[in-house]
């Protein structure tokens, strides 16, 4: 099983940058594809971004494509997400998340497929 912690939110202005970290303290991290979703006060949780167990394969939630990166270090037991150019609605707390996937190169969209969930970092874009 996989015990996840997140780190690297904080306080920024429009246009800064933050990288976050998911580490895992369990688990075999390499057969989990990872996920990182974000909920705003008053809001659904929603997906961000998503990599496949091998990283080969990423995907974006339209709201962040070309700003955020996510990446991941299978022998370290991270992933990341590097975010540039953050805005105000950027404002939420960040959550990982993990589910074992047999295919190398599946991703997973949706926060219901997720097995495994982090406390979560909170990010705040001030304008």
């Known amino acids: 099983q996989l015990q996840l912690v997140e780190s690297g939110g904080g306080l920024v202005q429009a246009g800064g940058s933050l990288r976050l970290s998911c580490v895992s303290s369990?688990?075999?991290?390499?057969?989990?594809?990872m996920g990182w979703f974000r909920q705003a006060p008053g809001k659904e949780r929603e997906f961000v971004a998503a990599i496949s167990r091998s990283g080969s394969v990423t995907d974006y939630s339209d709201s962040v494509k070309d700003r955020f990166t996510i990446s991941r270090d299978n022998a370290k037991a991270t992933v990341l997400l590097q975010m540039n150019s953050l805005k105000p609605e950027d404002t939420a707390i960040y959550y990982c998340a993990g589910v074992t996937r047999g295919l190398l190169s599946t991703i997973e969209v949706t926060d219901g497929e997720y097995d495994y969930w982090g406390p979560g970092t909170q990010v705040t874009v001030s304008s």
């Open positions: 369990r688990g075999l991290f390499s057969v989990y594809a």
